[in-house]
């Protein structure tokens, strides 16, 4: 949507409790937060899948351009068409790609180049960034935009309940093509989607403190 150029009175957010709670509440719910890389196959309903990505839609952007597209995959075949191509790409990292650092820094993930995820999840979200508005006129801080909205994405299925994990295969040209992307579309991030596998483990990890990652001046 465009900007109209006329304004209209702001509707405010006043949530049902002081800000203090209201933010510790929200903070509670995210802290729990973890990627996952083991999913269940249990079904996740369209709808909550569409409210999300609409939750992912109301974020800010520059110029109001909003230069995302959310392709939502749930068909089997090309899940298994993704995941071909994505370990693909991964091999190559892994082997060549990657540097011995980098590889050190993975290594107490447990990842490699088996994704098994992105065929058991139930859905795989795949996030595009436009180079070009819909009318193909310019965009603005593109990378800030859809890494924005990316938050509200992962937030949103969050807050619903579901696990998410954050996958970036590189090179990712494969699924511009697999999916049928535009010429200005370039992909971003592909999520996997989904409940957590019964017995799902995570690495044990700590994040940094708040006083070390915020500065009071």
């Given at each position: 949507m465009s900007?109209?150029?006329?304004?209209?009175p702001h509707?405010?957010?006043?949530?049902?409790?002081?800000?203090?709670?209201?933010?510790?509440?929200f903070y509670?719910?995210?802290?729990?937060?973890?990627?996952?890389?083991?999913?269940?196959?249990?079904?996740?309903?369209?709808?909550?899948?569409?409210?999300?990505?609409?939750?992912?839609?109301?974020?800010?952007?520059?110029?109001?351009?909003?230069?995302?597209?959310?392709?939502?995959?749930?068909?089997?075949?090309?899940?298994?068409?993704?995941?071909?191509?994505?370990?693909?790409?991964?091999?190559?990292?892994?082997?060549?790609?990657?540097?011995?650092?980098?590889?050190?820094?993975?290594?107490?993930?447990?990842?490699?180049?088996?994704?098994?995820?992105?065929?058991?999840?139930?859905?795989?979200?795949?996030?595009?960034?436009?180079?070009?508005?819909?009318?193909?006129?310019?965009?603005?801080?593109?990378?800030?935009?859809?890494?924005?909205?990316?938050?509200?994405?992962?937030?949103?299925?969050?807050?619903?309940?579901?696990?998410?994990?954050?996958?970036?295969?590189?090179?990712?040209?494969?699924?511009?093509?697999?999916?049928?992307?535009?010429?200005?579309?370039?992909?971003?991030?592909?999520?996997?989607?989904?409940?957590?596998?019964?017995?799902?483990?995570?690495?044990?990890?700590?994040?940094?403190?708040?006083?070390?990652?915020?500065?009071?001046?």
């Amino acid at each position: 949507m465009s900007i109209s150029g006329t304004h209209i009175p702001h509707i405010h957010y006043t949530p049902e409790t002081p800000p203090e709670e209201a933010s510790r509440r929200f903070y509670e719910i995210m802290r729990l937060r973890r990627s996952v890389r083991s999913f269940s196959d249990r079904p996740v309903p369209e709808e909550v899948i569409r409210l999300a990505i609409a939750s992912a839609g109301t974020a800010p952007s520059g110029a109001h351009k909003q230069p995302w597209r959310f392709v939502a995959v749930s068909d089997p075949a090309m899940k298994r068409q993704i995941r071909e191509a994505a370990e693909a790409e991964e091999r190559e990292f892994y082997s060549r790609r990657a540097g011995k650092e980098w590889l050190a820094d993975l290594e107490p993930l447990g990842t490699n180049a088996n994704k098994p995820f992105l065929e058991t999840a139930p859905w795989l979200i795949v996030v595009f960034k436009m180079m070009k508005a819909g009318d193909a006129t310019q965009v603005y801080y593109v990378n800030e935009s859809v890494g924005i909205a990316t938050g509200f994405l992962i937030a949103a299925l969050h807050h619903a309940g579901l696990a998410t994990l954050t996958h970036t295969p590189s090179p990712m040209g494969f699924l511009t093509k697999l999916l049928g992307r535009g010429e200005h579309e370039r992909p971003f991030l592909l999520l996997p989607v989904g409940y957590p596998a019964q017995g799902c483990t995570v690495p044990d990890l700590t994040r940094k403190p708040l006083d070390e990652i915020m500065v009071r001046i």
